[in-house]
């Protein structure tokens, strides 16, 4: 089969190889791939700014597909079903976070993309117990942005606890920041705020605006703190969700969030960084960050999806084939588009 492969560590090191279908095991299931995803993980995997991964490997794991093969052990599923999967495919079982229901959080972790082969290949073995079924009437496109979805799920429900009412600004225009927003929307914020800058200006602050977001912000024409203290009597922002890792924004969230507000950190950041801290204290704020999914945010992504409560067919703005993956990161890495897809 046709994979894309991270050959070695360093910059770049990407190429389309010929390898083996998987073999699988008895309790996984083989998995043909229709679509699937590039994630801010392939692209810095792609760049060496990834902590771990362990080359060779094929990248990707935010995919949709068909069951094409069963292990003997498996008797859940049957050939021809369309599944997504959670991605913590190698988790050891014992460890205090296996044993208290976060193995996405285990010692041990090895997941698709980066610790064991990924998606962007015509297969993909997965062990059964971490699949979802794909409602009918959600098709693999959408499908596809499941992970991503639960990963946004998993930050502002599970962890943020949003509430409704909430005055909810999203920093950060990408993929994840559009989904958030859209998230806040639904779980009955009072209005949602989401803020890009000039080179956002062109495209993902349109996008958010398609994906029905009204309020987008270029905060470098606009002074969004002055902004959230009009609209909010100076009181500042109940919620502030930090989606772009990039300083000067952690920083805003810091400078616009209310007192015994919340910010919720969902952006990755490199290295230390220069942040004011003491108005954390000062404003006695709640600072939670989130990283990966757990089974619930999966079941709430496809039932918003299957009940058309969620649809984020717009978000995904590219599709390519997996031999035009030079295209494909270039448009990933230039953040003038949305979800950038290989349609396999
Ligand atoms: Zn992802
Ligand atoms: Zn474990």
Redesign the pocket.
């Known amino acids: 089969m046709k994979a894309l492969v991270k050959t070695k560590k360093g910059k770049g090191f990407l190429e389309l190889k010929e390898m083996p279908i998987p073999e699988i095991n008895q309790d996984e299931v083989l998995i043909k791939i229709h679509y699937t995803g590039i994630c801010g993980t392939d692209v810095h995997i792609f760049t060496d700014q990834f902590p771990i991964y362990y080359p060779p490997v094929i990248l990707g794991h935010e995919f949709s597909g068909e069951i094409v093969k069963l292990g003997k052990q498996v008797t859940s599923w049957k050939i021809g079903d369309r599944v997504v999967a959670e991605c913590q495919s190698q988790?050891?079982?014992?460890?205090r976070?296996?044993r208290t229901g976060h193995?996405e959080a285990?010692?041990?972790k090895r997941s698709p993309g980066w610790g064991i082969n990924g998606s962007f290949a015509d297969y993909i073995k997965m062990p059964a117990w971490l699949l979802h079924k794909i409602p009918a009437n959600v098709s693999y496109r959408e499908a596809a942005l499941t992970e991503p979805a639960a990963v946004c799920s998993q930050a502002l429900y599970s962890r943020a606890k949003v509430s409704t009412g909430d005055f909810v600004v999203v920093l950060g225009t990408g993929p994840i920041g559009i989904i958030i927003a859209r998230m806040a929307q639904i779980a009955g914020a009072s209005r949602v705020l989401i803020t890009g800058i000039d080179k956002d200006e062109k495209y993902r602050l349109l996008l958010a605006k398609k994906l029905g977001i009204e309020h987008t912000v270029n905060t470098s024409k606009i002074n969004l703190k002055e902004m959230v203290n009009d609209l909010t009597d100076g009181v500042g922002a109940d919620l502030v969700v930090e989606a772009t890792g990039v300083e000067p924004a952690i920083n805003q969230a810091f400078d616009i969030v209310r007192k015994l507000g919340k910010i919720a950190v969902i952006g990755v950041s490199e290295g230390r960084l220069n942040v004011n801290w003491s108005a954390g204290s000062f404003k006695a704020l709640d600072i939670c960050f989130s990283f990966s999914s757990q089974y619930e945010d999966w079941v709430r992504v496809l039932n918003l999806f299957g009940n058309h409560a969620l649809d984020l067919s717009d978000l995904v703005t590219h599709e390519y084939q997996l031999a035009d993956w030079k295209k494909a990161f270039n448009k990933a890495l230039d953040c003038q588009g949305g979800k950038v897809l290989f349609k396999i």
């Open positions: 988790v050891c079982g014992t460890c976070f296996c193995p285990c010692l041990s």
